[in-house]
Nanobody, 124 residues
């Protein structure tokens, strides 16, 4: 119903920057919130940053002041600008979206969707 396409991951040296993008498409009536999560090997998935339809933003404490989440409402796209990257930021980063879907058949429903993930590696 709704697809999330991520891009922008890769290998970067400590102190470097990366910008992740996530575009949502499909049976979207309204996007209530979008966010970025990450999961390092052997760790649980954790919220990195989230942005709500009213503009409210929240960050994990470990990334405050280094990462910035933003959105392009017209393009159904969310971005994560990551600066001053550290080796501990290494993880698979997943985009998520809470969407009020508008299917061709059936009622509108609010559902959560996930992207496939993009690898971010911070290493010298």
């Amino acid at each position: 119903q709704v697809q999330l396409m991520e891009s922008g991951g890769g290998l970067v040296q400590p102190g470097g920057s990366l910008r992740l993008s996530c575009a949502a498409s499909g049976a979207i009536f309204r996007i209530n919130a979008m966010g970025w999560y990450r999961q390092a090997p052997g760790e649980q998935r954790e919220l990195v940053a989230g942005i709500h339809s009213d503009g409210d933003i929240n960050y994990a404490g470990s990334v405050k002041g280094r990462f910035t989440i933003s959105r392009d409402v017209a393009r159904n796209t969310v971005y994560l600008q990551m600066n001053s990257l550290k080796p501990e930021d290494t993880a698979i980063y997943y985009c998520s979206a809470r969407v009020l879907t508008a299917p061709a058949v059936g009622p509108f429903e609010t559902k959560d969707f996930w992207g496939q993930g993009t690898q971010v590696t911070v290493s010298s």
